[in-house]
Nanobody
Framework: QLQLVESGGGLVQPGGSLRLSCAAS????????IGWFRQAPGNEREAVSC????????NYVDSVKGRFTISRDNAKSTVWLQMNALKPEDTAVYYC??????????????????????????WGQGTQVTVSS
């Protein structure tokens, strides 16, 4: 069974950068779409970005467009979220999640609204990102 482990979180000043990693084990990532989510205390889990299995298409929530970049290397079974120009409102626990679109046929990373948490079958444990001076 697919297992996901996030890393790379930490404390960073406003305007700084972090690179989160999502490492997969148990299966290859070749046929999984990956999403990044975040959840701040008292808030619902929010979809931040997604990337299709080939890596040729990615999508972002408006609040991070131009600042965050998702990428993947299936040979390394790893997906990254590069976060630049971080703001205090980016503070949250960040999670990666995976879905097999052949199983969840309604999944669309290209949708105007990013797929919600319920579309994903596998989750990591999360990594804390704190943006503060």
């Amino acid at each position: 069974q697919l297992q996901l482990v996030e890393s790379g979180g930490g404390l960073v000043q406003p305007g700084g950068s972090l690179r989160l990693s999502c490492a997969a084990s148990g299966e290859t990532l070749d046929h999984y779409a990956i999403g990044w989510f975040r959840q701040a205390p008292g808030n619902e889990r929010e979809a931040v970005s997604c990337i299709i299995s080939s890596g040729h298409y990615a999508n972002y929530v408006d609040s991070v467009k131009g600042r965050f970049t998702i990428s993947r290397d299936n040979a390394k079974s790893t997906v990254w979220l590069q976060m630049n120009a971080l703001k205090p409102e980016d503070t949250a626990v960040y999670y990666c999640a995976a879905v097999d679109p052949d199983v969840t046929s309604s999944y669309r990373c290209s949708a105007a609204v990013l797929p919600g948490a319920g579309r994903y079958a596998f989750w990591g444990q999360g990594t804390q990102v704190t943006v503060s001076s």
